[in-house]
Nanobody, 122 residues
Framework: VQLQASGGGLVQAGGSLRLSCAASGRTVSRYGMGWFRQAAGKEREFVAAISWSGVTTAYADSVKGRFTISRDKAKNTVYLQMDSLKPEDTAVYLC????????????????WGQGTLVTVSS
């Protein structure tokens, strides 16, 4: 499975961005998908995850109510809608795939994309 994240960029605080994670090489319809982020000089942290069915989602407390994860199985793509962005959301955002489940634990994911940079200015 190859994952390609896109949609990052520079946005002002309070603005919105939508990230996409397109999968290729194999369908990810049976994979749970997650978004993680890593700011400069900090450890990678969980952002959001969605089950393979799309029914169940999970969010980090820091983004709950502002970010929404979704998936389009027909397009083999997962999205992260980010609203009310804050400067502390600035990071490289990475998507990942976990066969058969979804988790807040990065170690559970088998495949990772290369990341897309989100910069939120104050």
């Amino acid at each position: 499975v190859q994952l390609q994240a896109s949609g990052g960029g520079l946005v002002q605080a309070g603005g919105s961005l939508r990230l996409s994670c397109a999968a290729s090489g194999r369908t990810v319809s049976r994979y749970g998908m997650g978004w993680f982020r890593q700011a400069a000089g900090k450890e990678r942290e969980f952002v959001a995850a969605i089950s393979w069915s799309g029914v169940t989602t999970a969010y980090a407390d820091s983004v709950k109510g502002r970010f929404t994860i979704s998936r389009d199985k027909a397009k083999n793509t997962v999205y992260l809608q980010m609203d009310s962005l804050k400067p502390e959301d600035t990071a490289v955002y990475l998507c990942a795939a976990d066969f058969g489940g979804y988790s807040e634990d990065a170690h559970k994911y088998e495949y990772w994309g290369q990341g897309t940079l989100v910069t939120v200015s104050s």
